[in-house]
Protein backbone atom coordinates (compact mmCIF):
# COMPACT_ATOMS: atom_id res chain seq x y z
CA UNK A 1 0.00 0.00 0.00
CA UNK A 2 2.59 2.51 1.17
CA UNK A 3 4.53 2.29 -2.68
CA UNK A 4 1.55 4.24 -3.99
CA UNK A 5 2.55 7.23 -1.60
CA UNK A 6 6.17 7.25 -0.97
CA UNK A 7 7.32 8.64 -3.65
CA UNK A 8 7.19 12.18 -2.54
CA UNK A 9 6.72 14.03 0.84
CA UNK A 10 4.25 15.95 -0.49
CA UNK A 11 1.42 13.16 -0.92
CA UNK A 12 -0.52 11.75 2.23
CA UNK A 13 -0.90 8.09 2.40
CA UNK A 14 -4.76 7.45 3.67
CA UNK A 15 -3.56 6.65 6.93
CA UNK A 16 -2.57 10.08 7.55
CA UNK A 17 1.08 9.36 6.98
CA UNK A 18 4.26 11.12 5.35
CA UNK A 19 6.24 7.69 4.09
CA UNK A 20 9.18 9.69 3.19
CA UNK A 21 9.68 11.71 6.27
CA UNK A 22 9.56 8.42 7.99
CA UNK A 23 12.45 6.78 6.17
CA UNK A 24 14.56 9.72 7.01
CA UNK A 25 13.46 9.04 10.57
CA UNK A 26 14.52 5.39 9.78
CA UNK A 27 17.79 6.58 8.55
CA UNK A 28 18.72 7.95 11.91
CA UNK A 29 18.45 4.42 13.20
CA UNK A 30 21.66 3.03 11.22
CA UNK A 31 23.94 5.83 13.45
CA UNK A 32 25.35 6.06 15.93
CA UNK A 33 23.64 6.75 19.27
CA UNK A 34 24.10 10.24 21.01
CA UNK A 35 22.11 10.97 24.54
CA UNK A 36 21.54 14.14 25.94
CA UNK A 37 21.20 14.75 30.24
CA UNK A 38 20.08 17.92 32.08
CA UNK A 39 21.55 18.12 35.21
CA UNK A 40 20.78 20.76 38.10
CA UNK A 41 24.57 21.96 37.26
CA UNK A 42 24.51 21.70 33.48
CA UNK A 43 24.07 19.54 30.53
CA UNK A 44 25.83 16.60 29.15
CA UNK A 45 26.34 15.15 25.77
CA UNK A 46 27.80 11.48 25.19
CA UNK A 47 28.02 10.32 21.75
CA UNK A 48 29.02 6.89 20.24
CA UNK A 49 31.68 7.15 16.97
CA UNK A 50 31.31 4.74 14.24
CA UNK A 51 34.53 3.43 13.40
CA UNK A 52 34.13 1.98 10.40
CA UNK A 53 38.18 0.98 8.71
CA UNK A 54 40.98 0.42 11.56
CA UNK A 55 42.69 2.63 8.38
CA UNK A 56 40.75 5.53 8.87
CA UNK A 57 42.40 8.85 9.87
CA UNK A 58 41.13 9.81 13.15
CA UNK A 59 39.19 13.46 12.93
CA UNK A 60 41.05 15.98 15.22
CA UNK A 61 38.19 17.59 15.13
CA UNK A 62 35.00 16.04 17.10
CA UNK A 63 32.45 13.93 14.77
CA UNK A 64 28.95 13.93 16.42
CA UNK A 65 29.24 17.54 19.01
CA UNK A 66 29.19 20.63 17.06
CA UNK A 67 29.19 24.31 19.20
CA UNK A 68 26.41 26.27 17.94
CA UNK A 69 27.01 29.73 19.82
CA UNK A 70 28.66 30.15 23.78
CA UNK A 71 25.55 29.13 24.88
CA UNK A 72 24.77 26.07 23.04
CA UNK A 73 25.88 22.99 21.90
CA UNK A 74 24.65 20.37 19.58
CA UNK A 75 24.75 16.19 19.40
CA UNK A 76 24.39 14.68 15.72
CA UNK A 77 22.62 11.40 14.80
CA UNK A 78 22.30 10.57 11.06
CA UNK A 79 23.39 12.02 7.51
CA UNK A 80 26.75 14.38 8.26
CA UNK A 81 26.69 15.85 5.29
CA UNK A 82 22.75 17.09 6.23
CA UNK A 83 24.34 17.98 9.44
CA UNK A 84 26.81 20.43 8.41
CA UNK A 85 24.16 22.54 6.47
CA UNK A 86 21.80 22.18 9.13
CA UNK A 87 24.74 23.57 12.01
CA UNK A 88 25.57 26.17 9.65
CA UNK A 89 22.50 27.94 8.94
CA UNK A 90 21.78 27.71 13.02
CA UNK A 91 25.59 29.92 13.48
CA UNK A 92 24.25 32.54 11.25
CA UNK A 93 20.68 32.57 12.76
CA UNK A 94 22.45 32.96 15.95
CA UNK A 95 24.72 35.26 15.02
CA UNK A 96 22.75 37.52 13.36
CA UNK A 97 19.74 37.72 16.46
CA UNK A 98 23.45 38.31 18.50
CA UNK A 99 24.15 41.67 16.12
CA UNK A 100 20.43 42.71 16.04
CA UNK A 101 19.73 42.40 20.07
CA UNK A 102 23.38 42.30 21.48
CA UNK A 103 22.43 39.40 23.72
CA UNK A 104 22.44 35.35 22.70
CA UNK A 105 19.63 34.08 21.03
CA UNK A 106 17.14 32.34 23.59
CA UNK A 107 18.33 28.36 23.07
CA UNK A 108 14.54 27.32 22.32
CA UNK A 109 14.27 29.98 19.66
CA UNK A 110 17.07 29.36 17.97
CA UNK A 111 15.85 25.55 17.80
CA UNK A 112 12.02 26.81 16.56
CA UNK A 113 13.99 28.89 13.63
CA UNK A 114 16.22 25.48 12.83
CA UNK A 115 13.08 23.13 12.92
CA UNK A 116 11.33 25.80 10.86
CA UNK A 117 13.75 25.33 8.00
CA UNK A 118 13.71 21.27 8.63
CA UNK A 119 10.04 21.55 8.29
CA UNK A 120 10.03 23.43 4.93
CA UNK A 121 12.01 20.56 3.31
CA UNK A 122 8.80 18.06 3.94
CA UNK A 123 6.37 20.74 2.37
CA UNK A 124 7.29 21.20 -1.18
CA UNK A 125 7.68 18.69 -4.28
CA UNK A 126 11.32 18.34 -5.71
CA UNK A 127 12.88 18.37 -1.67
CA UNK A 128 14.02 15.69 0.39
CA UNK A 129 13.67 16.06 4.00
CA UNK A 130 17.04 15.90 6.20
CA UNK A 131 18.30 12.81 7.30
CA UNK A 132 19.35 13.96 10.75
CA UNK A 133 17.88 14.19 14.39
CA UNK A 134 19.95 16.56 16.88
CA UNK A 135 19.82 16.80 20.44
CA UNK A 136 20.94 20.74 21.38
CA UNK A 137 21.63 21.41 25.23
CA UNK A 138 22.24 25.18 26.13
CA UNK A 139 21.70 27.98 28.67
CA UNK A 140 19.95 31.21 28.74
CA UNK A 141 18.40 33.97 31.19
CA UNK A 142 15.02 32.74 30.94
CA UNK A 143 14.73 29.23 31.71
CA UNK A 144 18.26 28.57 32.33
CA UNK A 145 19.75 24.46 31.36
CA UNK A 146 17.53 22.94 28.77
CA UNK A 147 17.81 19.90 26.10
CA UNK A 148 15.74 19.84 22.79
CA UNK A 149 15.70 17.18 20.55
CA UNK A 150 14.54 17.71 16.76
CA UNK A 151 13.84 15.13 14.35
CA UNK A 152 13.68 15.13 10.38
CA UNK A 153 9.54 15.97 10.72
CA UNK A 154 10.54 19.66 11.89
CA UNK A 155 9.46 18.67 15.46
CA UNK A 156 11.34 19.78 18.38
CA UNK A 157 10.64 18.89 21.86
CA UNK A 158 12.33 19.43 25.80
CA UNK A 159 13.41 16.51 27.50
CA UNK A 160 15.41 15.94 31.27
CA UNK A 161 16.80 13.55 28.98
CA UNK A 162 17.15 11.55 25.75
CA UNK A 163 18.47 9.14 22.84
CA UNK A 164 18.73 9.52 19.34
CA UNK A 165 20.26 7.14 16.98
CA UNK A 166 20.87 3.01 16.99
CA UNK A 167 19.19 1.54 19.80
CA UNK A 168 17.49 4.47 21.16
CA UNK A 169 14.38 3.00 22.61
CA UNK A 170 16.56 1.13 25.11
CA UNK A 171 18.57 4.01 25.85
CA UNK A 172 15.31 5.74 26.36
CA UNK A 173 13.77 3.15 29.02
CA UNK A 174 17.23 2.91 30.70
CA UNK A 175 17.61 6.60 31.02
CA UNK A 176 13.65 6.72 32.37
CA UNK A 177 14.84 4.55 35.14
CA UNK A 178 18.07 5.56 36.43
CA UNK A 179 17.23 9.70 35.66
CA UNK A 180 16.30 11.89 38.84
CA UNK A 181 15.68 15.28 38.84
CA UNK A 182 18.35 16.55 41.01
CA UNK A 183 21.20 15.04 39.39
CA UNK A 184 25.03 16.56 39.28
CA UNK A 185 26.70 16.87 35.97
CA UNK A 186 28.82 14.31 37.14
CA UNK A 187 26.35 11.63 37.96
CA UNK A 188 24.86 12.75 34.76
CA UNK A 189 28.25 12.15 32.99
CA UNK A 190 28.24 8.19 34.79
CA UNK A 191 24.63 7.86 33.90
CA UNK A 192 25.32 8.53 29.80
CA UNK A 193 27.85 6.30 30.20
CA UNK A 194 26.32 3.46 31.44
CA UNK A 195 23.14 3.46 29.35
CA UNK A 196 25.65 3.72 26.67
CA UNK A 197 27.94 1.04 27.22
CA UNK A 198 24.70 -1.21 27.75
CA UNK A 199 23.07 -0.03 23.99
CA UNK A 200 25.77 -0.07 21.79
CA UNK A 201 26.67 -2.13 19.37
CA UNK A 202 30.29 -2.84 20.69
CA UNK A 203 31.69 -4.96 23.04
CA UNK A 204 34.08 -2.74 25.06
CA UNK A 205 33.60 1.25 25.40
CA UNK A 206 37.06 3.09 24.74
CA UNK A 207 37.96 6.86 24.18
CA UNK A 208 38.37 6.29 20.51
CA UNK A 209 34.78 4.96 19.96
CA UNK A 210 33.10 7.94 22.47
CA UNK A 211 32.99 11.69 22.64
CA UNK A 212 31.66 13.81 25.47
CA UNK A 213 30.64 17.47 25.79
CA UNK A 214 29.05 19.68 28.60
CA UNK A 215 27.66 22.97 28.87
CA UNK A 216 27.87 24.76 31.80
CA UNK A 217 27.87 28.06 34.49
CA UNK A 218 31.59 28.96 35.32
CA UNK A 219 32.10 30.41 38.96
CA UNK A 220 31.84 34.26 36.92
CA UNK A 221 28.69 33.12 35.40
CA UNK A 222 29.77 32.71 32.02
CA UNK A 223 28.80 30.08 30.05
CA UNK A 224 31.39 27.12 29.06
CA UNK A 225 31.18 24.71 26.42
CA UNK A 226 33.91 21.94 27.14
CA UNK A 227 35.10 19.13 25.22
CA UNK A 228 36.18 15.97 27.13
CA UNK A 229 39.68 15.21 25.63
CA UNK A 230 40.51 11.41 25.01
CA UNK A 231 42.84 11.40 27.79
CA UNK A 232 40.19 12.46 30.39
CA UNK A 233 37.33 10.53 28.63
CA UNK A 234 39.64 7.24 29.49
CA UNK A 235 40.04 8.08 33.17
CA UNK A 236 36.17 8.52 33.35
CA UNK A 237 35.75 5.50 31.79
CA UNK A 238 37.81 3.85 34.16
CA UNK A 239 36.68 5.28 37.21
CA UNK A 240 33.27 4.57 36.58
CA UNK A 241 34.18 1.32 35.83
CA UNK A 242 32.71 1.05 32.25
CA UNK A 243 35.74 -0.54 30.49
CA UNK A 244 36.01 -3.49 32.27
CA UNK A 245 35.03 -5.88 29.62
CA UNK A 246 38.03 -4.24 27.86
CA UNK A 247 41.10 -4.93 30.47
CA UNK A 248 39.62 -8.46 30.96
CA UNK A 249 39.94 -9.05 26.92
CA UNK A 250 43.59 -7.58 27.10
Not at 44 to 56: H, R
Amino acid sequence: MSRRYDSRTTIFSPEGRLYQVEYAMEAIGNAGTAIGILSKDGAVLVGEKKVTSKLLQTSTSTEKMYKIDDHVACAVAGIMSDANILINTARVQAQRYTYAYQEPMPVEQLVQSLCDTKQGYTQFGGLRPFGVSFLFAGWDKNYGFQLYMSDPSGNYSGWKAAAIGANNQAAQSMLKQDYKDDITREEAVQLALKVLSKTMDSTSLTSEKLELAEVFLTPSGNVNYQVCSPDSLSKLLLKFGVTQAATEAS
